[in-house]
């Protein structure tokens, strides 16, 4: 738990360096890092509205600081790339949330039904308990 807290409060500090940053390539960057930080926090302490606030975010950050420091001209590019990370990030919730329902329905299933399944109670409960991020 140690190592939790220690990565909750770096990613903390991340934040509040944001706020003491005047310009704006910095404070993207320092913001990115912050996001990784508590993305990685909430997996752990399984604070799961910190880490889907932060998975969305990170994508944000990322393409703020690509516009900041991609020429204009390439900034088509920019605008695929954000469509892009915004259509994996869709893909990823879209999965996390499936695994979430299918678990929860895993854990509700009687001995005939896991049976039928093929499915031992132990096998089941593994499963169950696993995280939503974890295949």
């Known amino acids: 738990m140690l190592w939790t807290n220690l990565l909750g409060f770096a990613a903390s500090v991340c934040v509040l360096a944001t706020f003491c940053m005047s310009s704006m390539a910095p404070l993207r960057a320092v913001a990115i890092c912050s996001n990784v930080l508590f993305v990685a926090f909430g997996a752990l302490a399984h604070v799961y509205p910190v880490f889907v606030?932060?998975?969305?975010?990170?994508?944000?950050?990322?393409?703020?600081?690509?516009?900041?420091?991609?020429?204009?001209?390439?900034?088509?590019?920019?605008?695929v790339t954000?469509?892009?990370?915004?259509?994996?990030?869709e893909s990823w919730i879209t999965?996390?949330?499936?695994?979430a329902r299918e678990r929860r329905e895993l854990s509700g299933l009687n001995e005939r039904d896991r049976h039928d399944?093929?499915?031992?109670?132990?096998?089941?409960?593994?499963?169950?308990?696993?995280?939503?991020?974890?295949?």
Request: charged residues 25%.
């Open 53 to 79: 606030l932060h998975a969305i975010l990170l994508p944000v950050n990322i393409v703020r600081l690509m516009q900041l420091v991609v020429p204009d001209r390439e900034s088509a590019a920019v605008g």
């Open 95 to 99: 999965e996390w949330w499936r695994r």
């Open 117 to 135: 399944l093929g499915i031992s109670r132990c096998d089941a409960q593994r499963e169950a308990q696993k995280p939503f991020w974890k295949a």
């Open 82 to 89: 954000s469509i892009m990370l915004a259509r994996l990030l």
